[in-house]
């Protein structure tokens, strides 16, 4: 699992290098290279501790995680207009809402596995929506969509697995569908017109369908075999916009073609199968649920992330995990598999 | 079931009392989310496939041909218009230059800058802010190019020179010369780092322009229009293969304000050469007629980039011509105070409207001696001789029979010690001293003995010119205080707060500012020969008595003087408070006010017949009278 996740990293750092070069953030690949160690570090820190000892915490990890995330609120920086940075020293900057995603992971384990039916009844659909409703309400507000709805995901995952009744989910669905038009309102401005412009990218070929039109360009322009490392126009003559972050994808794409695609694809269902291995083998259902929460989490990511390069999703801020530029997302993806890992360690328990 | 097992579970591995261990439990579950995981990747790779293998060849052509050029045709501000739509604030026709981010070259930035007399760091600066931006995005260098900058750029601007360098046609703001209002109008600069970073100006870019002071910024957004932009795609040889789209400039809404731009003029005639303020507010609806604060300043110098001296200049100047006094000048109201002070006493009862005191130049109150600003004393004072003649002893008496929690109660009342709210940036309250506020602020229990001071307008109290005439704007509508403004926005007046006041007691006091002027008291120089203009003066100290002996006849210690009248009394349609700093004494300041309100009447008189147009050209920047006028020819 490490193997399969080192390698795309270093997919990563490799089109991080190959898209900044001769640019300011030229330094980026390495800054990346030295959160990878950060990660792995952190990874192992995480599958040392027995899980259960984490599961007992997570009161206190969801107490920790709402009080950060409120103080981004309260005395965050606003960069490019939300708030979603805590400044710490040396000019690093810490996003709370990646740690939440771990805790979140955490908090639907524990309270899944404590329950004493396999059915869930309103009771615990609701207590399990307010626990997550809390946080995912403090991201939404910074404004941060997309982690909002990772949250979101890793809730519905775990619901799923808790055994919703299917008359439950039924409402919950149609809730969601009347409550949907009335959360239009509330979306801010630009996240509206990204999602208009989803609709119809030619909307507004030079605001928000612009990164949509460049992406799908620079994936197109790839071909099968790709244009070469460091060749590819799209990327190196900065026509995609942030081609080391949210679209390292589309750089990759161009660069590598429809083979590189595949090559990674590969890699990404291999790591994920094996979670979903350890989800199997776990020794209890906390550790399985664990397992899947962090699998799930990570199909969501790839899901949003790559099929909006293609234009098959909305634009939104979510990273690509272990490839997309970035300290807080690597931190909290090795973070996750060294939860995996930690169950993986306990199965010999069983 | 015994104690015992139930203990050996608790020594088992930590917490595994709430944990299940039926492993199979979610096996169906996986099995569908490894389903779904493979429908996810299958939906992916459909994509991909799409793109690149069924339409590579369509995509290869866009990339290759992938030579956006961007270019934005900006949208004129609105103007800022008179009551009368007489134009105040106008743009005029110039050239800005912008590099094109989709072809710049970092060598080129230096020459270029070299070429325009620009600080290279600074243009370079200015690139890299842009970094994180959408190439489309082009960078704005110079506003108003001149005729030899002009020349630089047609000859630099080709393929195989500067191909980054773009001419623009803008709208470039125009301000009348001299200062004229410009405390009124505020300017528009270059939004700064600090700002952009704000969700306010979220939407903003490096180098735009936006509202930086007073109308300005307070109607920002509606006076921004929205920038449009033309696309085009060039080949790699620059030449235009396809227009891609052209997104209109839609213009910002013209801004129409109550001002009155002849009572305007006259009113910074009045001023001219004088540090100060005057308002004129129409006191049934709130609406602002004349907003003047002197020393201005020339806002066409902040227009884009303002030059470092002169920002130094204006920002070490003594005179403070940044310091917008009308709204933010925070100083004793002096002798002014005493109309409310008087209101206060007869309102509480403190005092009737027989109360008489004897003035012989003084009297000693806790042991110290107050002089009476007459030096022989003003003989038998009574309420109406008190106000118009301004005798200091009669309202030391006043003052400490009303206490000095009622006076900070009426001073509260007509608007005092808080905000007016008017629809202006950088608004300051002023003092309103009472004991709770004196607790407040130093700890310390009040002493009768400064009441004597605050009951003439000194110690602690302190106003802004705004307050002033917002204070009278309502007690001369009776009660009722109209929200001031100077947008026209086309909405009803708003009433921000009402009193109810005894209208004998209102009536003495009014008749009392009748006698300032009308009757051989302190505000004579006010008095106009048909229309009733009554008034007050005030003479406020900046120090103590003390103090000022050791600084005497140095200018910036002189006594403020101060008038604020209205007109007529019967029929009150205008209210006019002037501050003229440094000023010696009340009637000083009273022809200010005179001037305002005649030009008031005169131009109501006139009305019958249509007014001339007035020579507005005369405001404007001399060599360019018109907004049509060909841009490039501006003397610097």
Redesign the interface.
């Known amino acids: 699992m490490l193997l399969v996740a080192l390698a795309i990293c270093a997919l990563g750092i490799l089109q991080i290098y190959s898209a900044t070069h001769g640019?300011?953030?030229r330094n980026a690949w390495m800054k990346q290279t030295v959160w990878l160690g950060g990660g792995l570090f952190l990874m192992w820190l995480l599958a040392r501790v027995?899980y259960?000892?984490l599961?007992?915490q997570v009161p206190v990890l969801y107490g920790t995680t709402l009080g950060l995330l409120t103080l981004t609120l309260a005395a965050g920086?606003?960069?490019?207009?939300?708030k979603r940075w805590i400044p710490l020293f040396f000019g690093f900057r810490f996003q709370p809402a990646e740690l939440g995603k771990l805790v979140i992971v955490l908090l639907v384990a524990?309270y899944l596995?404590?329950l004493r039916s396999?059915r869930l009844e309103w009771g615990d659909l609701l207590k399990l929506g307010v626990l997550v409703g809390i946080p995912a309400g403090l991201v939404l507000a910074e404004p941060d969509l997309g982690t909002t709805l990772t949250y979101v995901s890793i809730l519905a995952?775990g619901i799923?697995?808790g055994g919703v009744r299917w008359r439950h989910a039924l409402v919950i669905l149609l809730i969601a569908v009347v409550l949907l038009p009335c959360g239009w309102f509330l979306l801010k401005d630009y996240q509206k017109t990204r999602l208009l412009t989803f609709l119809d990218p030619m909307r507004d070929?030079?605001g928000s369908g612009?990164?949509v039109i460049?992406s799908?360009?620079?994936?197109?322009?790839?071909?099968?075999w790709g244009k070469g490392v460091a060749r590819g126009?799209?990327t190196q003559?900065?026509?995609l916009?942030?081609a080391y972050t949210d679209f390292v994808i589309s750089a990759f794409?161009e660069e590598h073609?429809?083979v590189g695609?595949?090559v990674l694809?590969g890699l990404?269902?291999l790591l994920?199968?094996q979670i979903?291995q350890n989800?199997?083998?776990?020794?209890?259902?906390?550790g399985?649920?664990i397992c899947?929460g962090v699998?799930?989490l990570l199909?969501f990511h790839?899901?949003v992330n790559?099929?909006m390069a293609?234009?098959?999703m909305p634009t939104t801020g979510i990273p690509l995990p272990l490839m997309s530029y970035g300290g807080s997302s690597m931190m909290s993806v090795f973070a996750m598999l060294g939860l995996v890992n930690n169950v993986r360690l306990r199965r010999s328990?069983? | 079931m015994s104690s015992i097992p139930e203990d050996r579970e608790h020594e088992a591995p930590k917490v595994s009392h709430f944990l299940r261990n039926d492993t199979y439990y979610g096996a169906v579950q996986i099995a569908i989310f490894q389903y779904v995981s493979v429908a996810v990747f299958v939906f992916l790779l459909a994509g991909y496939w799409d793109l690149q293998v069924r339409n590579e060849s369509l995509y290869n052509t866009k990339a290759l041909q992938n030579q956006i050029k961007s270019l934005p045709m900006p949208a004129p501000r609105g103007r800022i218009l008179d009551r009368e739509g007489r134009v105040i604030v106008d743009n005029h026709a110039s050239y800005r230059l912008v590099l094109s981010r989709e072809n710049l070259r970092e060598e080129h930035v230096e020459p270029i800058a070299r070429g325009l007399d620009l600080d290279a760091d600074d243009l370079e600066a200015l690139v890299r802010r842009f970094d994180r931006r959408p190439s489309y995005y082009t960078i704005p260098i110079k506003e108003e190019l001149t005729a030899a900058e002009l020349a630089f750029v047609e000859a630099h601007r080709n393929a195989q020179m500067f191909p980054e360098m773009e001419l623009i046609k803008s709208q470039f703001r125009l301000y009348p010369q001299d200062g004229f209002a410009s405390h009124l109008s505020g300017y528009v600069g270059e939004i700064s780092d600090a700002e952009l970073n704000s969700p306010e100006w979220a939407s903003h870019s490096p180098g735009d322009l936006i509202g930086k002071m007073g109308v300005e910024r307070y109607n920002n957004e509606s006076l921004t229009g929205i920038d449009g932009q033309r696309q085009v795609r060039v080949d790699n040889r620059m030449n235009t293969r396809e227009v891609l789209g052209v997104k209109p400039a839609v213009a910002g809404k013209d801004l129409r304000l109550t001002i009155d731009l002849d009572l305007q003029t006259v009113a910074e005639l009045a001023m001219e050469g004088r540090k100060g303020a005057v308002v004129a507010i129409v006191p049934a609806t709130g609406e602002v007629l004349a907003f003047v604060s002197t020393p201005g300043y020339d806002p066409n110098h902040f227009v884009g980039r303002i030059k470092p001296q002169e920002w130094k200049a204006l920002t070490e100047d003594p005179h403070k011509p940044l310091f917008n006094r009308a709204l933010q000048s925070q100083l004793a109201p002096g002798s002014t105070f005493k109309p409310i002070v008087a209101l206060a006493a007869l309102e509480s009862g403190a005092i009737d409207e027989n109360f008489s005191v004897h003035c012989n130049g003084g009297a000693t109150f806790f042991g110290r001696y107050f002089k009476c600003h007459k030096k022989g004393g003003h003989g038998t004072v009574s309420l109406h001789k008190g106000l118009a003649q301004s005798c200091d002893v009669y309202f030391y008496n006043v003052g400490l029979r009303a206490g000095i929690d009622t006076i900070a109660k009426y001073a509260e009342m007509v608007g005092y010690g808080r905000k007016t709210g008017i629809d202006l940036p950088g608004e300051k309250e002023g003092v309103v001293p009472s004991s709770a506020w004196k607790i407040r602020t130093f700890r310390e229990k009040w002493y009768e003995g400064e009441t004597v001071s605050v009951a003439i307008g000194q110690g602690a109290t302190t106003v802004t010119p705004l307050q002033m005439a917002y204070a009278y704007s309502g007690l001369v509508n009776k009660g009722v205080w109209m929200r001031p403004h100077v947008v026209d926005d086309g909405r009803k007046p708003q009433v921000d707060h009402t009193a109810v006041i005894n209208p004998a007691n209102l009536g003495k006091v009014l008749d009392g500012m009748c006698g300032v002027v009308n009757e051989g008291g302190t505000g004579a120089a006010a008095r106009l020969p048909d229309i009733v203009l009554c008034g007050k003066t005030g003479s406020a100290q900046r120090a103590s008595n003390d103090f000022l002996k050791t600084k005497q006849g140095e200018e910036e210690f002189k006594d403020d003087a101060w008038f604020v009248g209205f007109a007529s009394r019967d029929n009150p349609e205008i209210v006019v408070a002037a501050l003229f700093e440094n000023g010696v004494h009340g009637n000083f300041a009273a022809p200010i006010v005179r001037d305002v309100v005649k030009a008031y009447y005169d131009k109501k008189s006139r009305q019958k017949q249509p007014a001339p147009a007035p020579n507005l050209a005369a405001w404007l920047t001399p060599g360019k009278p018109a907004p049509a006028a060909e841009p490039g020819t501006r003397p610097r």
């Open positions: 640019t300011p953030s027995d259960h000892n599961l007992s920086n606003y960069i490019w207009g939300s524990r596995s404590e396999d995952i799923f697995f070929p030079t612009y990164q460049q799908k360009i620079a994936v197109g322009a790839g071909g099968m126009s799209q003559l900065r026509f916009p942030v794409a073609g429809f695609i595949l694809f990404y269902f994920l199968m979903v989800a199997q083998r776990a020794p209890d259902r906390a399985m649920l899947m699998s799930s199909l790839l899901l790559a099929g293609v234009g098959r328990v069983a």
